[in-house]
């Protein structure tokens, strides 16, 4: 028996990266998996998004686990698309358990500037509601909704030395933050159905978000061109351990955690999976 055995899971973002990681974790422990994934670039991102054929080993490696999976591209901003691909999915699989909001982009830099703001609110935060709203109607009793937010959602952002610099970044910050209240406010409401809502906040993740040019720029403003190898020690200063990053898995195995039965009492919770990012910057009453 699996830790989520029988249990059916909505992903979002699940073709690559931290959402292909969760998709598999749960399916090795025993779930059934709803993914979704946009495939297609954003012109205010400067790294490539999912393929098709991302998504498409994403179902191969679920199905390597011998759990069943219904994959569909669709975009988190358009709740039409969202609700098309939880219904296939609900044919197939059943009622539904566990909700991971996980699709995000960073627009970090991005061009033009207020088309980055509004592209990481309409993803990052507005895409997460979709995802759950989509999904309330739909949960059983003891479902667990998990979203997924960043310790940028935890910095304080009083201080801004070049307001309008950035929008891109900022949008991604502030959606974060925002979803993080969302959520909270969801789970006083989920609490006397038998339904919980928790969000996530990760560090540094080795996956295309961390690894590309903006963020290496963001990293080492110092440098006109910075490379991987120019911006990875600055990695480690948002964390308290020594590390540059976290690994996909290592978020995952709090998501299954707050998916599982063993987490049957946490709710309104801020998971922080941060390598102490937290504690290095704030103190404990924050």
Request: charged share 25%; hydrophobic share 40%.
């Amino acid at each position: 028996m699996g830790r989520v055995d029988g249990k059916v899971a909505f992903i979002t973002g699940a073709a690559r990266g931290q959402g292909r990681s969760h998709a598999v974790r749960l399916a090795e422990e025993g779930a059934d998996i709803i993914a979704v994934d946009i495939c297609r670039d954003f012109e205010t991102v400067r790294y490539p998004m999912a393929t098709p054929e991302d998504l498409k080993e994403t179902v191969r490696l679920v199905e390597e686990q011998g759990r069943r999976i219904v994959a569909r591209q669709a975009d988190v901003r358009d709740t039409g698309q969202l609700r098309e691909a939880l219904s296939a999915g609900l044919d197939r699989l059943g009622g539904l358990d566990i909700v991971v909001a996980q699709a995000g982009i960073a627009p970090l830099r991005g061009e033009p500037k207020m088309q980055a703001w509004c592209d990481a609110i309409d993803v990052d935060l507005i895409g997460t509601i979709n995802t759950i709203q989509a999904a309330l109607p739909h949960l059983r009793e003891h479902a667990s909704v998990i979203a997924t937010g960043s310790t940028a959602a935890l910095m304080d952002h009083g201080i801004v030395q070049n307001p309008g610099n950035n929008p891109g970044g900022a949008g991604y910050a502030f959606a974060k933050r925002a979803l993080s209240e969302y959520v909270h406010e969801l789970a006083r409401n989920l609490a006397p159905l038998n339904q919980r809502a928790n969000v996530v906040h990760p560090t540094n993740v080795d996956t295309h978000m961390l690894q590309n040019p903006s963020m290496y720029e963001s990293f080492r403003p110092d440098l006109e061109h910075p490379t991987r190898e120019d911006a990875e020690p600055a990695f480690a200063v948002q964390q308290a351990m020594p590390v540059r990053f976290v690994e996909p898995r290592d978020i995952s195995n709090a998501v299954l955690f707050l998916a599982s039965d063993e987490a049957r009492y946490i709710t309104g919770t801020q998971l922080r999976v941060d390598a102490g990012g937290y504690i290095k910057w704030y103190d404990w009453r924050r």
